[in-house]
């Protein structure tokens, strides 16, 4: 079956712009994270949301990064007034509700997003 | 503070030259670890979960185990398309949303 895909596969913006990366998940998945990865580490948790709703924000680095889920399938990740440290890999992720047992996690092949 | 380790950082294998990778966790309570595999320029792709100490799981020349603290994932016999970057992440149990904290990978090749 389709797996997560993601969209943009590349974007480069000037400092300063507005950008918009978009994640659509498996089919059925509820559940759905969004990670940043730099060169050479592990992705970092951003926000996950349970349907329509951002049940965990708390890994946003600060107010110019938001998401939505507006009818809990597609995700769009916003990133207002970008900087050079925005620069990364924008990883998606979606699954079965987590509930009370260890789920594991499917990836979309990422957004590389270079701030010039 | 929640932390995992993934040693080493980079790791040359001969084709058929077995190896481990490690990854150390310090968490509150575990609810999972996690092994992925990722390619250059792709996504993290699933191989295992592990649930409690003593727990081991197979895929082709892939074996994962768990204890208390660690993880290994054991290459055995490897072959060139077994290079990619090997990432370990623990999901943990006071968490209501299922979150993953990743180590920063262990970076494989494996030449012919």
């Known amino acids: 079956g389709a797996g997560v895909s993601q969209t943009p596969s590349n974007k480069v913006t000037e400092k300063g712009k507005y950008v918009e990366l978009r994640c659509d998940p498996i089919?059925?998945?509820?559940?759905l994270y969004w990670y940043r990865q730099s060169l050479g580490q592990g992705p970092e948790f951003l926000i996950y949301f349970q349907g329509t709703g951002a049940a965990d924000d708390s890994g946003l680095p600060n107010d110019r990064f938001f998401a939505v889920r507006p009818e809990g399938s597609v995700s769009t990740l916003k990133i207002q007034r970008t900087e050079r440290g925005d620069s990364a890999v924008y990883l998606c992720a979606s699954s079965t509700r987590p509930g009370q047992g260890a789920h594991e996690q499917y990836f979309g092949p990422g957004t590389r997003l270079t701030v010039t | 503070e929640d932390q995992v380790t993934q040693s080493p950082e980079a790791l040359r294998l001969q084709e058929g030259e077995s190896s481990s990778l490690n990854c150390s966790y310090t968490?509150?309570?575990?609810?999972?670890l996690f092994w992925y595999r990722q390619d250059p320029g792709k996504g993290p792709e699933f191989l295992f979960t592990?649930?409690?100490a003593g727990e081991e799981k197979e895929k082709e020349r892939l074996k994962a185990t768990l204890t208390k603290k660690e993880s290994f994932l054991h290459i055995t016999a490897p072959k060139p398309e077994d290079s990619a970057t090997y990432l370990c992440?623990?999901?943990?149990?006071?968490?209501?949303?299922?979150?993953?904290?990743f180590g920063a990978g262990t970076q494989v090749v494996v030449t012919p």
């Open positions: 968490v509150s309570g575990l609810r999972g």
């Open positions: 992440a623990v999901q943990l149990r006071g968490d209501s949303w299922g979150k993953l904290q």
């Open positions: 089919s059925g998945h509820t559940a």
């Open positions: 592990l649930y409690s």
